[in-house]
């Protein structure tokens, strides 16, 4: 009678029906990578321009006399849009989360265009004087603002459209795009270099690229514009609609995050150094420290990226068979035991053994550009996932990404100032070090491939898909009714909108690795 009563008061297991399965349609998923990759590609190629574009700048909006200081003065620009970067993220991010991640992506799409097509039309220190520079800081600061709500939402939108099966391949595609951007920039930048004197590119040719941000801003917005909503983020507001009563604040669910917010930070800290120092940094190092020629320096960088995009998705597909944190781990690394013996390749006189170099880190690289978009959405629930995420990337690459650039080409010409004999070592040392607070985040990250996004229901490609999934879940001595996800939607619903306190709980349980 007791064992009975006892049943009797045993939760009921919470059903999986084949509505809480969503399916995602082919095309639809396509045109959404395609466009928030696009998006992606245009941010790329317009702070890209700029960084490959950085002796020339100097001398374009800087008054002459003293080139090593332009230099820092041109980086420090760049690294000013890094600052406004949180502000960005904290006003797109939130809103994002409001009214949708496709009406925000479309307007942040605008603004990047027209902050790099400012920066086309500004001119030069010897017309105008200081306001040259001023104007160019007014132009990079409206980039990082609107930047600051692109890579989370762009990230955000992808993980959410994709099947859970297949959301390391579908973002490696975002970062495909960031490349194809670099790619693009870094192309016609040496492209005008190899075709143009040298009085002509600073008296107009470098403008070249700027302006072409115009129409490609008008494409992306075009597409953007085309696309529906993501599946999860409709579920979301239906149920909130259902529920307004139940409304929490942002802020507290932000606050009850806090442990996903760290891990985020230091994720996005060992992915953004170890991006901007190949990316960004190289093409400066290779002609300013090393004394190559900057035409030189940009191919060999052109060509280790076309080869990184070649392998990207194939190392999103591994995070999907294999799991996230293996990658993230590998990558980590890689970059702890390679980084010196690769930047000795790059400081030879041989220019293979230079590639050689490049190439190795691009590799290592490539393990956090193909994994890094479905892994740091995976963090958050549906709810809060654009603002928290848009926050804490932002200020992450704020303070330690964006800042490598000006950091290492600081610290080199100190070095070299004070004779030391490790000055040009000292790229490696600033990558091994961020692979070191890598390695620790990536011990906390919870291992996410496979499952749904936190705070929503399975994602399949196909209608079968669905019902099989429904039907193994309903069979509990199943793989698929013991894994995480599963527990965790049999004991509850949606509790990071029902139960603010479930929510936390169930938030440092699923951070746990």
Known sequence: MSAKKNDSKKPARRKLTTDDV??????LLKRAVSAAALGNAMEWFDFGVYAYITTTIAQVFFPPGNDALNILFTFGTFTAAFIVRPIGGAFFGPLGDRIGRQKVLALTMILMAAGTLAIGLIPSYATIGLWAPVLLLLARLLQGFSTGGEYGGAATFIAEYSPDKRRGFMGSWLEFGTLAGYVLGASLVTGLQLGMSEEALLAWGWRIPFLIAGPLGLIGLYLRLKLEETPAFQKQQEEAAGREHVKVPFVKLFAENWRALIVCIGLVLVFNVTDYMLLSYMPTYLTNTLGRSATSGLLLVIVVMVLMMIVITFSGRLSDRFGRRPVLFAGCIGFLVLSWPALKLVQSESTPLVFVGLLVLGLVLVTFT????ST???LFPTIIRYGALAIAFNVSVSLFGGTTPLATEALVVWAEGEGFSWAHDIPAFYLMAAAVIGLVAVWFTKETANEPLLGSGPSVATDDEARELVEAYADESSEV??????????????????????AEADAARRARP
């Open 22 to 27: 969503t399916v995602v349609e082919e095309g």
């Open 481 to 502: 009714a013991k894994s995480d996800w599963a527990l965790e939607w049999a004991q509850s619903g949606l509790i990071d909108v029902v139960d603010p306190k479930a």
């Open 376 to 378: 740091l959405p995976a």
């Open 370 to 373: 193909s994994t890094m978009p």
